[in-house]
């Protein structure tokens, strides 16, 4: 048992910053391209540090369904990998393909250099994994399970000291059957973490949390990222992507369709909204011929549009052009959350307001 | 390398005993084999000792007390009893994902059912030493045990029931359907064990149904080899029959997600 756990109960929370040194690195190299085109080559590492994780053209079907196809992309150590994408996009077996309770159709994964198939003794010892779906027996206690998990390895963290950093020592002693919904996901964390994983892979942990419950989450998640614990999260909130996440993949219909920062992918996704009262009314066709806008919405006197490029401008010239002036004008840079309704659209959507121009 | 095989042993060793603790104090919190498994068959016990003491002297010629009798249906009894809490418990554990989980650890769920089955095992253990204890001493079965018969027939009645128990889990999905098919099955094996009727009390062709049934050639089995004789070849033959069955359809299909 080594007592490694103390160096992260030391740390306070909030004191340490939230992308430990990459913006420094991202600041001098030019931003990677955000969209990757399906069957793009495999990623570099952006900071060539040693890759834990390296996926190179995954495909997974099952029957019909074409869960993967050609993805590609590899994490860092130490890094905090978020997965995000609609439900059903190939998330949940992206990672089980990681953690070899998959197989791929075709493809290879490679953790630490091995293979998640031939290795996959070796690779469970230091890959946690917490699984969407999955329950303890419902009569066993907290302690007990984690006594378990730790004798399942060869250099397991001291159980104690897991249930006191993830401040559940207090439910040692409860069976799982009388756990709260947040109580379940700390004591999944902690399985996940108690056999002193290097890669730990967290597959929708908040998913049905109350907002309490998944901020305490996101701060333990935190304290892994200081330990120098690599994270794969899987979520569809992207809230926490953006609060938690040194990079992101995001997957559509089985294909990584982005793969940055958070701050990048919404950046480049380049969506911008601008909302103002015209002095005069303009009619929707006016509007849908400015150059960038793709959505325009009317709530009482305010139009908001949505679109890309520099919005303002172009908007305030064209409508100034036709003798309208802007008032009340409010501008913003998209979030993730609108950079990813507008990546995961689709090109069917996307038509179909060209037709309406 | 024998320092990390050395290693790698006294490591399966710890895992193997963890597990057993926790299979163990499961057990007896959600006591599903050891209620039926033990409780039944003292209860029963306890019920046929004191009908043979009303009615004493031989069954149907048999040369043999009621008690005589049941003390083999008795052990078959819990056996069965044992084995159909196997889909209770494992066919759950897969469902909800435990399994599964322990699979993403660097010990196989097999090792689970490894000590599960080693957890059954002590509890039958448990109730043969019971019902043999209580059948002489307290209700006056007057058996003579056959020692190499004896472990000979126990161990393949155990192994027998116990596969069948595991078929079930191999062949089922969910938990309702363990319970239906693990009830419908429990009665079918009980009555073929002789708990209503005993073999030697039908007539042609019920008794041979019973005695070359699963459980019902358990009990012939044991049933000669309380009484100091071997037991009939067709008996051992039928039971290790019915273990290769069993054992080859539970590991074929088998699933632990």
Known sequence: ?357 | MPRLGGERSRRARAQLVALLKVQAKLNLREPYALGPGVGIPVILLVVFGFISKQVPGNVANSGLTVIDLYVPTLMVISFIAIAISLPATLVRDREIGWLRRISTTPVHPSRLLGAQLIVDLVLAAVAVVIIIVGGTVIFGAGLTVSIPFFMLSVALAVVEIFSLGLVVVALVRTQTQASLVGGVLFFALLFLSGLWLQPVLVSQPLRDVMWYSPSGAAVRAILYSVFNSRPPVTTLLTLAGYTLVFAFVAIRYFRWE
């Open chain 1, 1 to 357: 048992m080594r007592p490694l756990w103390d160096t992260l109960s030391a740390v306070t929370g909030p004191s340490f910053p939230k992308h430990r040194g990459s913006f420094a690195t991202r600041g001098q190299t030019p931003l990677r391209s955000v969209l990757l085109s399906a069957g793009n080559p495999s990623p570099t590492s952006p900071r060539g540090e040693q890759s834990a994780v390296t996926i190179k053209n995954l495909a997974k079907r099952y029957g019909d369904l074409l869960a993967l196809d050609d993805v590609s992309f590899s994490i860092q150590e130490g890094e905090i990998f978020g997965i995000i994408g609609p439900n059903g996009a190939g998330k949940t077996t992206t990672v089980e393909c990681i953690s070899g309770l998959r197989v791929p159709d075709s493809g290879s994964v490679s953790v630490y250099g091995l293979s998640p198939q031939r290795d996959r003794y070796r690779i469970r010892e230091f890959v946690g994994v917490q699984l969407q779906e999955s329950a303890l027996p419902p009569r066993l206690r907290v302690g007990e399970a984690l006594e378990l998990f730790a004798s399942f390895y060869s250099r397991p963290l001291d159980p104690q000291e897991v249930l006191q950093s993830l401040s559940i020592k207090n439910i040692e002693r409860t069976a799982f059957r009388n756990l709260s919904g947040g109580q379940k996901q700390r004591v999944s964390i902690a399985l996940a973490l108690v056999g002193n994983s290097k890669l730990a892979i967290l597959d929708e942990l908040t998913t049905g949390l109350d907002p309490e419950a998944r901020r305490g989450t996101w701060a333990l998640i935190e304290r892994m990222r200081e330990r120098g614990v690599t994270v794969i999260l899987v979520t569809h909130f992207m809230d926490e992507a953006e609060t938690l996440c040194d990079r992101l993949a995001l997957i559509n219909q089985g294909r990584l369709i982005a793969l940055d920062t958070p701050e990048a992918i919404a950046a480049e996704a380049g969506v911008n909204r601008v909302r103002f009262v015209p002095s005069k009314p303009v009619d929707d066709k006016t509007l849908y011929a400015v150059q960038g806008v793709e959505v325009v919405d009317r709530k009482e006197r305010y139009v908001t549009v949505t679109g890309t490029g520099d919005l303002a401008a172009s908007l305030i010239n064209a409508l100034a052009a036709m003798g309208v002036q802007v008032s009340e004008l409010e501008a913003r840079h998209g979030n993730l959350d609108d950079a990813f309704i507008r990546l995961t659209r689709g090109t069917a959507s996307t038509a179909s307001e060209k037709v309406r121009v």
